[in-house]
């Protein structure tokens, strides 16, 4: 859509965007061309001007933000679990007993998983403890 300003500018506007605004705010195309204009400072609008100078007095901006000094994070300190330890050792160690030479076994983390492929097949064995439950 094609619209001539006042100061004799033309200015084209998509058909797509006026469509959308007239559904989406129930206004009319009129309204709708207004809205754009205004929005892209084509024209201005006394109620939005009022408001930006009252933000200026009050120093408000866009860009006004809590600027908070960005800090480092401290790196986790991992707490060892010797019991889980020991017991995907022994698992570890039983199952490449068991499978002897036909099976791949590989412990991906020392506490937690253990992978193994046998017969072209993968299986994981995830290793988790529960939190105590109080007694009711």
Same mark, same amino acid.
């Given at each position: 859509? +094609?619209?001539?300003? #006042?100061?004799? @500018?033309?200015?084209?506007?998509? &058909?797509?965007? !006026?469509? /959308?605004? *007239?559904?989406?705010?129930? +206004?009319?195309?009129? #309204?709708?061309? @207004?809205?754009?204009?205004?929005? &892209?400072?084509? !024209?201005? /609008?006394? *109620?939005?001007?009022?408001?930006?100078?009252?933000?200026?007095?009050?120093?408000?901006?866009?860009?006004?933000?809590?600027?908070?000094?960005?800090?480092?994070?401290?790196?986790?300190?991992?707490?060892?679990?010797?019991?889980?330890?020991?017991?995907?050792?022994?698992?570890?160690?039983?199952?490449?007993?068991?499978?002897?030479?036909?099976?791949?076994?590989?412990?991906?983390?020392?506490?937690?998983?253990?992978?193994?492929?046998?017969?072209?097949?993968?299986?994981?064995?995830?290793?988790?403890?529960?939190?105590?439950?109080?007694?009711?």
């Amino acid at each position: 859509m +094609l619209v001539k300003l #006042e100061n004799g @500018t033309s200015v084209s506007i998509p &058909n797509t965007t !006026i469509d /959308n605004y *007239v559904n989406k705010y129930n +206004l009319t195309r009129e #309204e709708a061309v @207004t809205l754009w204009l205004e929005d &892209n400072e084509y !024209i201005s /609008n006394p *109620v939005v001007e009022k408001l930006e100078k009252k933000a200026k007095e009050n120093k408000i901006s866009r860009e006004a933000r809590a600027i908070k000094p960005k800090t480092e994070r401290k790196a986790r300190e991992k707490k060892v679990n010797e019991l889980k330890k020991t017991i995907i050792d022994i698992i570890s160690d039983s199952l490449e007993k068991y499978f002897l030479d036909s099976a791949t076994i590989s412990v991906r983390n020392d506490e937690k998983y253990i992978d193994i492929c046998f017969d072209y097949r993968d299986f994981t064995i995830n290793l988790v403890e529960h939190r105590r439950r109080e007694s009711d």
